[in-house]
């Protein structure tokens, strides 16, 4: 449930429009006539995400903005304007505000804007624990282990959190980098600031530049107007970029920049701008031989790299797996409304015999499709989807049936979580597992297909543990 905070001295139709977008009873819209009012409900009962009007009966909407920050910071501000008002808008994203919207309202860009402001609301508010034994089911965000690699891990989290430097965190992909990062944040001194997430490998090469750093408007085609980039919203907080491997080489001299002296310039503009940012980078690459074969800057690679945190993958956690396996059967049992309190130790076996490609966030979709399976009160080895037998095996892309009605409508529980994030985990396994079938495996024809950049593809296939025969590396699909 979203709790939302709208501070507009309208009394109808932008109200009206919030309330379309998030109805009741799944959401709660909060409402405040004038600045005074919403400071106070702040206060009293901090929202998730508040939205904004610049111009108020009593004072000014950057007066109630500044107000918010010095209250907490990490509350999204989304501000509503008129687009005349639009340079106001701009200059409290200089400050931090999360983004800003037109009146009229647009319920789709509405809808897409709140819903990233309370995704990076979750990141900054849900505690990243760290738990040598498995700790309550209630609790997402956990760093599970108590394997010897995993004690050095939590060692090196308290060592870090208090110093003010750049960390490198590397480690396969699922492994849980983005927990590390959020540890560090919420243990360390800008834990009441901004926390900010950006995954390099998602974003198509020409953007890049532009969501880190922003642009002027006119700066290419397209920038209809300026834009704030991380960078500069995060300003006082915590910016995690994840794959940051995948950077383009061009993009790492800028970067560079910014680590060395907290200056950077938009795309397309003149402006030096001055921030002050701590930065914590991830990668499934080594950078080391990046930087050797020239796709890493070697002097970038030494400014990341002051303080590098290493997870390792679950086939070297031992006995953590069972650990792991009890806690987020008992997790995932209680938001799929399931009875499941016990695993069976031949069920368990097949887990420990099997390679864990995708790590942790594998091993999560293996445990809730089991228990989408399940009957009764034990984990049986029946319930386990089928499991490959060797990291290095292959097979190519399988139908996948798909009854995205019947999933949601099983999900919908009182007791669920990130129901939006797993819908679009199976219809994402459906799409790309159907797309790739149908290119024979080739991912750069499914990427044109899909309309999305072929690292993307990647990520996705990765982050869902899918795997093709063959990725068709012809020179079609070498070209840049």
């Known amino acids: 449930m979203a709790h939302l905070l709208l501070i507009d001295d309208d009394p109808g139709l932008i109200p009206e429009q919030v309330r379309q977008a998030f109805p009741a009873p799944r959401d709660q819209v909060a409402v405040a006539g004038t600045g005074a009012e919403g400071i106070e409900r702040v206060r009293t009962k901090p929202p998730d995400v508040i939205l904004l009007d610049l111009r108020l009966p009593d004072q000014s909407g ?76 209630g609790v997402d965000g956990a760093i599970v282990g108590s394997c010897p690699e995993m004690r050095e891990v939590y060692k090196a989290i308290g060592r870090v959190t208090g ?80 794959e940051i491997g995948d950077m383009p080489v061009p993009l790492q001299a800028k970067m560079l920049r910014v680590i060395q002296d907290q200056q950077f310039q938009r795309v397309g503009g003149n402006e030096t701008i001055q921030t002050d940012v701590r930065l914590i980078a991830a990668t499934h690459r080594d950078l080391k031989a990046f930087s050797a074969d020239g796709r890493f800057r070697p002097d970038l690679y030494y400014r990341l790299s002051v ?107 009182p007791e669920s979580r990130d129901l939006y994030a797993d819908a679009h985990g199976q219809l994402d396994r459906f799409l790309l597992s159907s797309v790739l079938e149908y290119t024979g495996g080739s991912q750069h024809q499914a990427a044109r297909l899909l309309g999305i950049a072929r690292q993307t593809l990647r990520v996705k296939l990765r982050d869902l543990g899918l795997r093709v025969t063959q990725s068709v590396e012809t020179d079609d699909d070498n070209e840049s």
Not at 366 to 382: C, E, F, I, Y
Not at 400 to 408: H, S, T
């Open 163 to 242: 110093q003010d430097v750049p960390v490198l965190v590397t480690g396969e992909s699922g492994t849980g980098k983005e927990l590390v990062a959020r540890a560090i944040y919420q243990h360390g001194p800008r834990a009441k600031a901004p926390f900010l997430v950006l995954n390099c490998a998602a974003i198509p090469e020409n953007l890049l530049e532009s969501e880190l750093f922003g642009h002027e408007k006119g700066a290419f085609t397209g920038a209809d107007r300026r834009r704030v980039g991380k960078f500069e919203q995060c300003n006082g907080g915590t910016l995690f970029l994840d």
């Open 62 to 137: 950057l007066e109630v903005y500044h107000k918010i920050r010095g209250i907490d910071a990490r509350i999204p501000v989304i501000f509503v304007t008129m687009a005349k008002a639009a340079d106001a808008a701009i200059e409290a994203m200089k400050d931090g505000a999360f983004d800003y919207l037109f009146k009229p309202l647009n319920l789709h860009e509405l809808r897409r804007v709140v819903g990233e402001a309370l995704e990076v609301s979750r990141r900054m508010r849900e505690p990243a624990i760290v738990a040598e034994t498995a700790p309550d089911p």
């Open 307 to 413: 303080f590098t945190i290493h997870l390792p993958s679950l086939r070297e956690r031992g006995e953590d797996l069972a650990m792991l396996v009890e806690y987020y059967v008992r997790r995932f049992s209680r938001e799929l409304a399931r009875d499941v309190v016990t695993i069976d130790p031949q069920a368990l076996a097949q887990l420990r015999a099997y390679p864990w490609p995708g790590n942790i966030r594998e091993l999560q979709s293996v445990v809730k499709q089991a228990l989408l399976q399940a009957r009764g009160t034990v984990l049986l080895p029946s319930f386990l989807p089928e499991l490959s037998a060797s990291p290095a095996e292959t097979a190519a892309p399988a139908s996948v049936n798909l009854d995205l009605e019947a999933f949601i409508r099983q999900r919908l529980q």
